[in-house]
């Protein structure tokens, strides 16, 4: 039970953010008088995309000190 509503809240939190973002926008376009309302959501658009590219990584070069012991 308490794992559901963890869940819940983190789904909560996550719309949340969303919204107030812009990712997400929801609009009531029916009133709620006797019926159920109506909402329309716009949501943000991400495209992934993979490009190949060279890079230099630099090296790196570890010396132990003089007086290190050895293991």
Do not use: C, H, W, Y
């Amino acid at each position: 039970m308490r794992t559901i509503l963890v869940a819940l809240g983190l789904v909560a939190l996550i719309l949340a953010g969303l919204m107030v973002t812009g990712m997400v926008s929801i609009d009531q376009t029916r009133p709620a008088v006797v019926q159920a309302p109506e909402f329309k959501a716009d949501v943000g658009k991400v495209e992934l995309g993979t490009t190949n590219k060279t890079l230099e990584v630099p090296t790196l070069q570890v010396e132990k000190a003089e007086g290190a012991k050895q293991q």
